[in-house]
């Protein structure tokens, strides 16, 4: 649209350059031979009554001035002159009577004090009579051209502002079925590959619409061959570390020295790390396999009682106290396996991280329509910058001494993600970790 506008401001500036060159509508004017041919035709005709061509040639004159809109400017419009016999018979108000025709009929250039002329001269094919009409050259002109010739100038003058409005409005429509891809684009989470829904009907956005859907295709098949191979890769790895573990223990049983006890105790504690490590990658493998399905009513209070329940072993052997605060029933929509996994991650880790005999308190109400489930600790926490980057998977804090893989705020926050809701990491009051998680809350009849 801009490049439109100024390549009719720069057409525009080049007519209004040529006008000022040739002093705007003078050579038009001058180059109305039927006027000549009408002056000299009165000034022949009414030679005889000097009073009666007098009043004629003015009349004329005046009409001319009148038609080029400069009857009231002396110095803008055309002047005309009338010699007969070598003698100036009329001459317009203003023009100099000491002008003289050249000695041959044609367009010349003549000056009245610092302000330049184009003259013509006419002579009569019939008589020694000699027409010259001379027009000024200057700026003040082009407005004159331009009024004088609005029948064809100033339709274009006129539209010149109203040109962007088409542009911008025709262009806009052309936008449309962008802007609507454009958009959906924009709607879309990182887990969506599904293809783009929105058909356009122009064969150009539809082509590119096309391959954007084909490059998600292949881009959702990698992803569920990289899912499927991760998953199939740790179920295949349980089997032979479940047997490792049969066995470190067996030998345990059979140790002879200090030596050999803490080499097996070193490789049941490996082992216990990788099958951790195993456990976690199934469940985010699980976590994004079931991100699509359907959800289904669960009472989270219950839920978290439960959790808390087999997570209390764990706790005692860490020498941690678990207490639930949920005065409450709580229902969402929910995956209860995605949910027994947020759970689990959450309250593990603060279990881990806590001291001995630190309380792990977890919080659960219902406020503004949401779930609201807090897990608090009194470990070391996570230093405010990082609290962004621990839900990267496999990212853990360089300050932490604690063995971990990095996979369970990763997987907490893809469960959560799953659920529409969202995770935030805070300061417990006391210090520790607080984390809240914020759920949808769905009524659902009892």
């Known amino acids: 649209m801009l490049v439109q506008v100024l390549l009719v401001l720069v057409m525009w500036g080049g007519i209004i350059a040529v006008l000022v060159h040739n002093?705007?509508?003078?050579?038009?004017?001058?180059?109305?031979?039927?006027?000549?041919?009408?002056?000299?035709?009165?000034?022949?005709?009414?030679?005889?009554?000097?009073?009666?061509?007098?009043?004629?040639?003015?009349?004329?004159?005046?009409?001319?001035?009148?038609?080029?809109?400069?009857?009231?400017?002396?110095?803008?419009?055309?002047?005309?002159?009338?010699?007969?016999?070598?003698?100036?018979?009329?001459?317009?108000?203003?023009?100099?009577?000491?002008?003289?025709?050249?000695?041959?009929?044609?367009?010349?250039?003549?000056?009245?004090?610092d302000k330049r002329y184009r003259a013509l001269t006419v002579y009569s094919r019939t008589s020694d009579t000699r027409v010259m009409a001379a027009g000024p050259v200057g700026i003040l002109n082009v407005f004159l051209t331009i009024n004088s010739r609005g029948y064809f100038l100033l339709?274009?003058?006129?539209?010149?502002?109203?040109?962007?409005?088409?542009?911008?409005?025709?262009?806009?429509?052309?936008?449309?079925?962008?802007?609507?891809?454009?958009?959906?684009?924009?709607?879309?989470?990182?887990?969506?590959?599904?293809?783009?829904?929105?058909?356009?009907?122009?064969?150009?956005?539809?082509?590119?619409?096309?391959?954007?859907?084909?490059?998600l295709l292949r881009v959702s098949q990698s992803a569920l061959r990289e899912r499927s191979f991760i998953a199939d890769a740790a179920h295949e790895l349980r089997t032979p570390l479940a047997a490792m573990r049969v066995n470190a223990?067996?030998?345990?049983?059979?140790?002879?020295?200090?030596?050999?006890?803490?080499?097996?105790?070193?490789?049941?504690?490996?082992?216990?790390?990788?099958?951790?490590?195993?456990?976690?990658?199934?469940?985010?493998?699980?976590?994004?396999?079931?991100?699509?399905?359907?959800?289904?009513?669960?009472?989270?209070?219950?839920?978290?009682?439960?959790?808390?329940?087999?997570?209390?072993?764990?706790?005692?052997?860490?020498?941690?106290?678990?207490?639930?605060?949920?005065?409450?029933?709580?229902?969402?929509?929910?995956?209860?396996?995605?949910?027994?996994?947020?759970?689990?991650?959450?309250?593990?880790?603060?279990?881990?991280?806590?001291p001995p005999h630190g309380v792990v308190r977890v919080g659960l109400a219902g406020a503004a329509g949401r779930a609201v489930l807090t897990v608090e600790d009194q470990g070391p926490g996570i230093a405010p910058e990082l609290r962004e980057r621990v839900f990267d998977r496999f990212f853990r804090d360089p300050q932490q001494t604690k063995s971990g893989s990095g996979l369970g705020l990763a997987i907490a926050a893809s469960a959560a993600a799953s659920h529409g809701g969202t995770i935030e990491l805070s300061d417990a009051q006391g210090g520790g970790l607080l984390a809240t998680v914020l759920l949808p809350l769905t009524v659902i009849p009892a």
């Open 23 to 113: 002093g705007g509508d003078s050579s038009s004017y001058l180059n109305a031979i039927k006027s000549f041919d009408a002056v000299i035709s009165v000034a022949d005709n009414l030679a005889s009554q000097p009073a009666l061509q007098q009043q004629s040639l003015a009349k004329i004159d005046a009409a001319l001035r009148e038609e080029f809109d400069a009857a009231n400017l002396t110095e803008l419009g055309p002047l005309l002159m009338v010699w007969q016999g070598g003698r100036l018979v009329y001459h317009s108000k203003g023009a100099p009577p000491d002008w003289r025709p050249g000695g041959v009929q044609g367009m010349e250039t003549l000056y009245l004090g």
């Open 155 to 215: 339709p274009l003058v006129i539209s010149l502002p109203l040109l962007p409005l088409p542009a911008w409005w025709s262009i806009r429509l052309a936008m449309r079925p962008w802007r609507r891809v454009a958009q959906e684009v924009a709607a879309r989470g990182p887990q969506d590959l599904t293809p783009l829904t929105f058909r356009p009907p122009h064969r150009e956005l539809a082509a590119m619409v096309d391959s954007v859907n084909a490059l």
């Open 249 to 354: 223990e067996a030998l345990q049983g059979q140790a002879n020295g200090p030596v050999q006890r803490e080499l097996l105790n070193g490789i049941l504690s490996s082992g216990n790390r990788a099958g951790r490590l195993v456990g976690q990658l199934l469940q985010l493998m699980r976590s994004d396999a079931t991100g699509s399905e359907p959800h289904a009513p669960l009472a989270l209070d219950a839920l978290l009682q439960d959790r808390l329940a087999a997570l209390s072993g764990l706790a005692s052997r860490n020498g941690v106290e678990l207490e639930l605060a949920a005065t409450e029933p709580v229902r969402v929509m929910g995956q209860r396996e995605s949910l027994v996994s947020l759970v689990d991650n959450l309250v593990e880790n603060a279990i881990k991280y806590s």
